[in-house]
């Protein structure tokens, strides 16, 4: 009897262990499964961002989402532009120019000194002159060595005039009218020229391309920079490595323009055109092709492409209507932007 009790009670212990094993067991797969259709709408909610309508793929935020993730959304700004053509400079040396200035600096010193000694020269010639023509009070002798050293100090100062002229013809006919007219004058635009504060550049235009140099120009370097350059003067010397016809310009010296450095150059032609500034914030880039985001709504964005053809300061020139007055971009946030359109696309194909 005894024996028959404890077998009951070990069957009821066994069977009671298994209903809690069997309670717990769904308790977790009644977890699990809510994790997963927690998952699964999180992801269903997260597509819903992106959706197509005529055609485009739109992705739609409301305010504060935008908020949350620094979306801001500006119109473009009208503007105008001439069209460009591409050219080719090159950045000179000047180590000769200094050298030629400082000759020249040298020689007007030495005319200066000339100046002082020929009118001290010539008062004495003339007072002995004077003395030796009244009673021959003063020798012929003494007299003609005064007028020998007047036409000794008079040989001097024209020979240092012709140096000083030579040294302004040389960097006439090297450089041009103007840089010879700076030396002259010790022109400050000459001083940040030979001080490497701007730098010298040579520049060479397509034939028949360019009717006439124009005023401004803009250097084009690597990483879409570009640096303004002036109209110095037409170059009386053409350059074995840029051929045609050249115009000196100066540009201010930054970082990436070195010496002997051959650099495009964008010329603007013809009459201004309008168009839109597309700020660089706006421009994301996806197979090598850019694109701006923009706010067809106040909750919702489209993706349309950008031509990169007129990199300005600050973004991107596109002549024409393809973005009109009071078309609104993201200005900020356009990658993620991008990034949501995608996740969004590859959700709803899985």
């Given amino acids: 009897m005894n024996r028959l009790i404890q077998w009951l009670l070990a069957a009821l212990i066994v069977i009671a262990a298994a209903a809690v094993a069997a309670a717990v067991y ?147 006919l090297r450089w041009g009218a103007v840089l010879a007219d700076w030396t002259v004058k010790g022109d400050p635009a000459l001083d940040a020229i030979l001080e490497q504060r701007a730098l010298l550049v040579q520049v060479a235009f397509p034939p028949g391309e360019v009717a006439k140099a124009p005023s401004t120009l803009s250097l084009s370097l690597p990483g879409n920079q570009r640096v303004p350059a002036r109209l110095v003067s037409s170059m009386p010397e053409v350059n074995t490595q840029i051929q ?21 150059v964008l010329v603007p032609v013809g009459e201004p055109a309008g168009g839109a500034l597309v700020p660089d914030g706006a421009v994301v880039w996806w197979q090598g092709q850019a694109w701006v985001y923009e706010a067809i709504s106040p909750t919702a964005f489209t993706r349309r492409p950008l031509a990169p053809d007129h990199r300005v300061e600050g973004g991107y020139f596109v002549p024409g209507r393809a973005f009109p007055a009071g078309t609104r971009l993201a200005v900020a946030g356009a990658q993620l932007l991008l990034s949501e359109e995608f996740r969004g696309q590859i959700q709803q194909e899985g």
């Fill in 26 to 172: 769904g308790v977790a797969l009644r977890g699990t499964a809510g994790e997963q259709d927690e998952d699964q709408q999180a992801a269903v909610q997260a597509a819903s961002r992106t959706s197509v309508q005529n055609g485009r793929s739109v992705v739609t935020m409301d305010a504060q989402a935008q908020a949350r993730e620094g979306i801001r959304v500006a119109p473009v700004a009208e503007t105008s532009m001439r069209a460009e053509v591409r050219g080719m400079a090159i950045v000179l040396p000047v180590t000769d120019l200094a050298s030629i200035r400082n000759a020249y600096v040298a020689a007007r010193s030495r005319l200066e000194r000339d100046d002082v000694g020929v009118t001290l020269s010539r008062t004495r010639y003339e007072r002995a002159r004077s003395l030796y023509e009244q009673d021959q009070n003063v020798s012929l002798a003494a007299m003609q060595d005064a007028e020998a050293a007047y036409r000794t100090s008079q040989a001097q100062k024209q020979a240092d005039e012709q140096d000083a002229t030579l040294q302004i013809d040389t960097v006439r």
């Fill in 244 to 264: 045609g016809l050249s115009y000196a310009y100066v540009a201010p010296a930054r970082p990436g323009l070195a010496v002997g450095m051959n650099v495009p």
